[in-house]
């Protein structure tokens, strides 16, 4: 007979495979930064031909590995972290550091991020606003809202990590083994 997880257990795991499957879809995404990139090059200095829309839609995946993929690096704990003190901490006490790193830094500064660029965000939607540049993409809006899904995918995967880290301090999961360089 198997045992299901708690439903906040449970919910903590979703949004873990939800950042999870965003963060890697983002991670392919590279491969189209070289790509792209490459293609610009060789048009324009080979054969004098400049690719607008492809240079722009270099630049939006390129904001989509970043922001989107943020979420995914948190939940792996590839962040850089100075843990002089962290990597000797019992596993309770990292949750309990982990816990309040989010409570008093990351879940306050998403929350200004997303305050301070909805206004950008909506403006660019209300005007369907597209590129300036002549041949550009038509949908700047989109790129925009990439801050958006920044703010929510880091925002939501410091939800799952404060329900991991209650249950670790707890001692109802145990803390996940720390793998350094």
């Not at 299901?4 to 979703?14: E, G, I, M, T, V």
Request: one cysteine or more; glycine letters at 8%.
């Amino acid at each position: 007979m198997t045992t299901s997880s708690p439903p906040l257990l449970s919910l903590a795991h979703f949004i873990d495979s939800i950042n999870s499957g965003l963060g890697k879809a983002c991670a392919w995404l590279t491969l189209f930064l070289v790509t792209g990139t490459s293609i610009v090059v060789v048009l324009r200095y080979g054969f004098g031909i400049g690719a607008t829309a492809l240079q722009e839609a270099v630049l939006y995946a390129h904001a989509l590995v970043f922001m989107g993929a943020a979420a995914w690096v948190l939940q792996r704990n590839g962040h850089v972290r100075v843990d002089i003190f962290y990597q000797k901490f019992s596993g309770r006490r990292q949750a309990l550091v982990d816990a309040m790193g989010t409570l008093l830094f990351l879940l306050p500064v998403c929350l200004f991020l997303g305050w301070a660029s909805w206004d950008y965000v909506s403006n660019s939607w209300a005007t369907l606003e597209a590129s300036s540049e002549s041949g550009g993409l038509t949908f700047v809006y989109l790129q925009k809202s990439i801050i958006l899904v920044l703010v929510v995918s880091l925002v939501l995967q410091g939800i799952a990590d404060l329900i991991k880290a209650a249950y670790i301090m707890t001692g109802r999961l145990s803390a996940p083994e720390v793998k350094h360089g």
